[in-house]
């Protein structure tokens, strides 16, 4: 699990420690650099969503499948955290399997770690994207994952405009007023999240919450594809 090392400007509050965090900013930008260039060239990073309903929440989060499905799986996660990339297939066959049979809805939100900047100004720019059509967020997803494997993702968001015919000074434009990123980091927060990939859920219209099976609470890292299967099969009403 990647730790979270960077937030949007309005989020960071200076204080004396500063110089420690900024010293392990670095250690841990540079060992996730490493890992990615490691991992490059590996095949799974590309997604299709283009078979699924998108759409995007009253709180800004982008959504795939039925909003009204009985459960929602909600993701925080980094295009550019190896753990994020190594969780990447399970979270898709996940989508594969349950959100285009209905039986749940699918939520990403993007919370910088490995990333750093680049992640905030690559998740506000998806954000752009996906406010005028959330379809081109999911497009933007699937994209910079490729990108991020392939050692790529630091002109993701340029590339991915060129990609989707989409003008890429209005899109700079939109960012610079975004806060897309800085709303996704304070739910992360109120829901505990220090880290990426993590995994909450959503049960109807209640708040997100923690995922507990078989006496077992999910509170970090990455939830396995066979518990999520679990948990929203025993979700499912009654017929």
Same mark, same amino acid.
């Given at each position: ?144 994952? @490729?990108? =991020?494997?392939?050692? %790529? *993702?630091? /002109?993701?968001?340029? #590339?991915?405009?060129?990609?989707? !015919?989409?003008? &890429? ?26 880290? @990426?990939? =993590?995994?909450?859920? %959503? *049960?109807? /219209?209640?708040?997100? #919450?923690?995922?507990?099976?078989? !006496?077992?609470? &999910? ?21």
């Amino acid at each position: 699990m990647s730790v979270a090392t960077a937030k949007p400007k309005s989020v960071a509050k200076p204080n004396n420690q500063t110089p420690l965090i900024i010293g392990a900013v670095v250690g841990v930008a540079a060992l996730a650099l490493i890992v990615l260039i490691a991992v490059s060239g590996q095949s799974g990073a590309t997604f299709d969503y283009s078979a699924f309903t998108a759409s995007q929440s009253s709180d800004g989060g982008f959504m795939l499948g039925n909003p009204n499905a009985p459960v929602t799986i909600i993701e925080f996660a980094d295009p550019a955290c190896p753990a994020c990339q190594q969780y990447y297939p399970n979270i898709t066959q996940f989508i594969s399997e349950y959100v285009g049979t209905g039986k749940a809805a699918f939520e990403y939100r993007m919370f910088p770690t490995a990333g750093g900047a680049m992640t905030v100004a690559a998740g506000e720019i998806a954000a752009c994207m996906g406010n005028e059509n959330p379809a081109h967020f999911w497009a933007a997803l699937s994209s910079y994952n @490729t990108l =991020a494997q392939q050692g %790529r *993702y630091a /002109d993701a968001p340029r #590339t991915v405009a060129q990609e989707l !015919g989409l003008n &890429y000074a209005n899109l700079l434009e939109c960012q610079s007023s975004s806060s897309y990123i800085e709303e996704s980091v304070a739910l992360g927060e109120q829901l505990r999240i220090s880290g @990426t990939p =993590a995994v909450r859920i %959503r *049960y109807g /219209d209640n708040a997100p #919450t923690l995922i507990t099976w078989a !006496g077992q609470t &999910y509170d970090r890292g990455a939830v396995p594809l066979e518990i999520l299967r679990m948990v929203v099969d025993a979700a499912q009403p009654a017929s």
